[in-house]
């Protein structure tokens, strides 16, 4: 399972087609930026926000504090499937 930023998705599945690197055994095909016709199929488990970070500013001698709070929204995805395309010999 990996988690990325929060997705606006529509159903259980999410393909996702900018795959920059496949590694395959022994072969590793590095795209030029991506590698042509390989996807990634993955479903997805949850959506949620990560634990909260505590962000202060302070400046010395001039009163000025201020303390905020932040949660960055995440999905959650199980990976299902790695389709890699064709490879063109050269």
């Known amino acids: 399972m990996i988690d990325v930023d929060k997705l606006i998705v ?3 599945t999410v393909e996702l ?3 920059y ?3 395959d055994g022994d072969k590793v095909t590095v795209g030029s930026p991506t590698v042509d016709g390989a996807k990634v199929i993955a ?3 949850e959506q949620g926000k990560k634990d909260k970070i505590i962000v ?3 400046k010395p ?3 000025y ?3 905020k709070g932040h949660r960055q929204p995440y999905t959650r995805l199980a990976i299902k499937e790695i389709v890699i395309g064709k490879r063109k010999g050269k």
């Open 56 to 58: 202060f500013k302070y």
């Open 65 to 67: 504090r201020v303390k």
């Open 17 to 19: 087609d900018r795959v």
């Open 10 to 12: 529509e159903g259980d």
């Open 43 to 45: 479903d997805v488990v």
């Open 61 to 63: 001698k001039v009163r």
């Open 21 to 23: 690197l496949v590694a």
